[in-house]
Nanobody, 115 residues
């Protein structure tokens, strides 16, 4: 059974950095495409970033325009963990962040950025 468990959220100030983790189990992590989504208050869930396997130990990364240049997605295969490092956080980054694998979702982790 696939499980995705996010951690690392919290309350930060504008301009701060934060790293979220997604611990995955029940899958072959190395070859699995994974993504981060977020849901801002009152809005639909939206894509943030993805790490897609392209063979061997190579991955393609993809970012939403709103986070490109500020967020960085990475993975540590030995720990079955996906990360997103979030820099220069702004109040508009306040959201619940979700780890995603196809139709499967983690429970979400809240990130609040104060101005």
């Amino acid at each position: 059974q696939v499980q995705l468990v996010e951690s690392g959220g919290g309350l930060v100030q504008a301009g701060d950095s934060l790293e979220l983790s997604c611990a995955a189990s029940g899958l072959t992590f190395r070859t699995t495409n994974l993504a981060w989504f977020r849901q801002r208050p009152g809005e639909e869930r939206e894509f943030v970033a993805a790490s897609r396997w392209r063979g061997g130990l190579a991955y393609n990364v993809e970012y939403a325009d709103s986070v490109r240049g500020r967020f960085s997605v990475s993975r540590y295969n030995a720990k079955n963990t996906l990360y997103v490092e979030m820099n220069s956080l702004q109040p508009e980054d306040t959201a619940v962040y979700y780890c995603n694998l196809g139709q499967r979702w983690g429970q979400g982790i809240k990130v609040t950025v104060s101005s």
